[in-house]
């Protein structure tokens, strides 16, 4: 993996890296954040993924984790939402809601995303693997995101369970199988199949199989797309029938910006140390 970028940041590094993806056959760019404790050994990691029209630059600059995260001895991977570049497919009418920066997280069955869109093996299988092997990462990893991410990150989660200590989300895309953006995505990304989409619905997955890590939602009572787009009641409802040890926090007057992000990004590093065992 090439260095595009690294600066000083609360004893730690802020980096930025470019790599050739064979998962999503293009080049990916792809930011960490490591705590000035990996000068010292291996530390454990938080994987956050972005939502709808962000990059891998949105949580880094935005969220103000770093702090926290050097305090904790946690190290930050940030991949971008999507794969880019010169012939990786992109909505004919420039939708913010599919093709780049609309990733979903899934592995694409349909032409012509196919060949590129596989964030799901991507962010689960290569990019673990890669970070793992280059820098002092322990091998011990959560997961966060927001909205889209916010979506990823519980599906990955819910499906593999054995591969982390924990979850967390923000605002996320709860029950996406009866959503407009979700019905969008899956319909182009998997096609018609409704047992394809079941696989990428953190509701219908928690309802399916329950979950034995603890999770962690953040939602915000002011947000535009709560009651069309998220609905976190889903996901409540699916833990409750599966005995789920899910935390959802509904937080008045915020909305689906980053400022919300950035209020409780606190708790929510917090939260993962605990199970990481660094706090």
Request: aromatic content about 10%.
């Amino acid at each position: 993996m090439q260095l595009l970028q690294e600066q000083k940041c609360f004893g730690g590094r802020q980096i930025r890296y470019q790599h050739e993806s064979q998962s999503l056959n293009c080049s990916m760019q792809f930011s960490v954040f490591l705590p000035p404790q990996a000068e010292l050994g291996p530390v454990p990691a938080l994987y956050w993924l972005s939502g709808l029209t962000c990059t891998d630059e949105n949580f880094s600059t935005k969220a103000g984790a770093q702090r926290v995260a050097a305090e904790l001895g946690l190290a930050l991977i940030i991949p971008d939402t999507s794969p880019r570049g010169e012939g990786v497919p992109d909505d004919d009418n420039g939708a913010y809601d599919l093709g780049l920066g609309a990733g979903f997280y899934v592995n694409a069955t349909e032409a012509p995303w196919s060949r590129h869109y596989r964030m799901y093996d991507y962010v689960l299988n290569e990019l673990p693997a890669l970070v793992e092997a280059e820098l002092p990462l322990d091998g011990r990893r959560a997961v966060s995101g927001h909205s889209m991410g916010g979506h990823g990150a519980l599906v990955l989660a819910l499906r593999n369970p054995a591969r982390f200590v924990s979850v967390s989300a923000f605002a996320p895309i709860s029950n996406p199988s009866d959503c407009p953006w979700g019905q969008k995505a899956f319909t182009a990304y998997l096609g018609e199949d409704k047992a394809a989409w079941a696989q990428y619905d953190a509701s219908l997955l928690l309802r399916e199989k329950g979950c034995p890590l603890p999770m962690l939602v953040d939602q915000g009572e002011a947000d535009n797309f709560l009651a069309e787009q998220l609905k976190p009641q889903a996901l409540k409802a699916a833990a409750e029938h599966a005995g789920a040890a899910l935390t959802l926090r509904l937080q008045p007057g915020y909305d689906h910006s980053y400022y919300f992000i950035a209020s409780f990004i606190e708790d929510h590093l917090r939260f993962h140390a605990r199970h990481l065992g660094n706090r």
